[in-house]
């Protein structure tokens, strides 16, 4: 990974880690944190949502080659096409919400 994608990258996770604290803060306040990690592989970065050690879900993938936000289809694989990108991304929301990548519109 080169600087500017991992830049990139921490910063729509940062992003979206602020957008799910204050969601979960204002609408389920009594439930655990969920916390979002980066495991990446040879060709996507997949974003894991855990609210413990025994509830993880994809919560979407990054294509490291252009840096396309992808919704998951299984936990290894991505569907097709892309919801936002990393490096042009004016909202987090444009892209993703508190439970994943968006739907298409």
Same mark, same amino acid.
């Not at 609408?27 to 894991?48: A, M, Q």
């Not at 892309?82 to 444009?94: E, Q, S, W, Y």
């Given at each position: 990974?080169?600087?500017?994608?991992?830049?990139?990258?921490?910063?729509?996770?940062?992003?979206?880690?602020?957008?799910?604290?204050?969601?979960?803060?204002?609408?389920?306040?009594?439930?655990?944190?969920?916390?979002?990690?980066?495991?990446?592989?040879?060709?996507?970065?997949?974003?894991?949502?855990?609210? @413990?050690?025994?509830?993880?879900?994809?919560?979407?993938?990054?294509?490291?080659?252009? @840096?396309?936000?992808?919704?998951?289809?299984?936990?290894?694989?991505?569907?097709?096409?892309?919801? @936002?990108?990393?490096?042009?991304?004016?909202?987090?929301?444009?892209?993703?919400?508190?439970?994943?990548?968006?739907?298409?519109?």
């Amino acid at each position: 990974m080169d600087t500017t994608f991992a830049t990139a990258l921490q910063t729509f996770v940062n992003a979206a880690q602020t957008m799910i604290d204050k969601y979960m803060a204002e609408t389920f306040p009594n439930l655990d944190v969920e916390k979002l990690t980066v495991e990446p592989g040879r060709r996507y970065v997949r974003i894991v949502k855990s609210s @413990g050690p025994h509830s993880r879900y994809v919560y979407c993938f990054v294509d490291t080659t252009n @840096g396309d936000i992808l919704k998951a289809a299984s936990w290894k694989a991505p569907a097709k096409h892309a919801r @936002g990108n990393i490096f042009n991304l004016t909202k987090v929301t444009d892209s993703v919400s508190p439970y994943g990548a968006n739907y298409m519109r």
